[in-house]
């Protein structure tokens, strides 16, 4: 499977360990764009993928029936055993739903969970859409297509990012944003949830305060099964890496590395 790789190397490498980022339902390697050259300026080697059907990668006419669990999960093996060195993986949302079952079966030095789907799934994120936004939310159970749910700019918007997030930065996003698998909807919520009693890795668990995708409480929950606490970042929604004050979620994540010897 080709698939796009967006690279940022470090002038000068102070960690030896490569990055790999992985972005989440919707989205491709492009969201990384404000953490790539952040962490190569401090000094890591860091590599973003777009999973098949996604950005420039391959396989875009397959996309509604591509499973997380074994085929997104099998784009991140092709990734790593390219990469020469196991690399740390950072995953957001639905990436990070990849992180945890590609470390069901995998050791890696360190994992990263932002705004992650939840160990529990995504029946209450479903709700909640429901609720929301009901007449994208229905049409896309009822058609088994995932696209409809971004199909109205408004809903991205308000789903994705904190009030007020500005309106250029907002549409220069929304331009990439494009459909996603459905088979994930049933793995997350029946099929396929998390099985933490299984991963090994150490993990970090970010959240965002205002996040309209997956609330604090279930964030929580995650890192509890993970045996860790949750960072919740204050006036912060879902897209946490695209968000005004992303830098402190980068930071966080540099430090908690740097104190693991990465």
């Given at each position: 499977m080709k698939l796009e790789i967006i690279t940022e190397r470090p002038k000068q490498r102070k960690h030896t360990t490569p990055l790999l980022f992985i972005h989440g339902a919707w989205h491709g390697a492009w969201c990384w764009e404000n953490f790539l050259p952040y962490f190569a300026e401090h000094g890591y080697e860091a590599h973003a993928l777009s999973l098949r059907g996604h950005g420039a990668s391959e396989g875009r006419e397959g996309i509604r029936w591509y499973s997380g669990a074994h085929d997104y999960v099998a784009d991140v093996v092709q990734v790593v055993d390219g990469l020469g060195k196991p690399p740390v993986l950072i995953g957001h949302s639905m990436g990070g739903y990849v992180v945890q079952k590609y470390l069901e079966k995998h050791n890696a030095p360190a994992g990263v969970l932002v705004a992650s789907i939840p160990v529990t799934g995504t029946t209450g994120m479903i709700m909640r859409s429901i609720k929301r936004y009901p007449k994208v939310a229905l049409k896309t159970l009822l058609l088994f297509d995932a696209g409809y749910l971004v199909s109205a700019p408004a809903v991205v918007r308000d789903a994705l990012f904190s009030d007020g997030f500005p309106d250029a930065d907002f549409s220069k996003h929304y331009a990439h944003v494009q459909t996603e698998s459905f088979r994930v909807t049933f793995e997350t919520t029946l099929l396929h949830l998390p099985q933490p009693q299984k991963v090994k890795t150490p993990l970090l668990?970010?959240?965002?305060?205002?996040?309209?995708?997956?609330?604090?409480?279930?964030?929580?929950?995650?890192?509890?099964?993970?045996?860790?606490?949750?960072?919740?970042?204050?006036?912060?929604?879902?897209?946490?890496?695209?968000?005004?004050?992303w830098q402190l979620v980068a930071n966080k994540i540099i430090k908690w590395l740097e104190t693991r010897g990465l």
């Amino acid at each position: 499977m080709k698939l796009e790789i967006i690279t940022e190397r470090p002038k000068q490498r102070k960690h030896t360990t490569p990055l790999l980022f992985i972005h989440g339902a919707w989205h491709g390697a492009w969201c990384w764009e404000n953490f790539l050259p952040y962490f190569a300026e401090h000094g890591y080697e860091a590599h973003a993928l777009s999973l098949r059907g996604h950005g420039a990668s391959e396989g875009r006419e397959g996309i509604r029936w591509y499973s997380g669990a074994h085929d997104y999960v099998a784009d991140v093996v092709q990734v790593v055993d390219g990469l020469g060195k196991p690399p740390v993986l950072i995953g957001h949302s639905m990436g990070g739903y990849v992180v945890q079952k590609y470390l069901e079966k995998h050791n890696a030095p360190a994992g990263v969970l932002v705004a992650s789907i939840p160990v529990t799934g995504t029946t209450g994120m479903i709700m909640r859409s429901i609720k929301r936004y009901p007449k994208v939310a229905l049409k896309t159970l009822l058609l088994f297509d995932a696209g409809y749910l971004v199909s109205a700019p408004a809903v991205v918007r308000d789903a994705l990012f904190s009030d007020g997030f500005p309106d250029a930065d907002f549409s220069k996003h929304y331009a990439h944003v494009q459909t996603e698998s459905f088979r994930v909807t049933f793995e997350t919520t029946l099929l396929h949830l998390p099985q933490p009693q299984k991963v090994k890795t150490p993990l970090l668990v970010l959240a965002a305060e205002n996040d309209r995708v997956f609330t604090v409480t279930e964030q929580k929950a995650t890192a509890r099964a993970y045996g860790t606490e949750a960072i919740i970042f204050p006036s912060m929604a879902h897209d946490m890496m695209l968000e005004k004050n992303w830098q402190l979620v980068a930071n966080k994540i540099i430090k908690w590395l740097e104190t693991r010897g990465l």
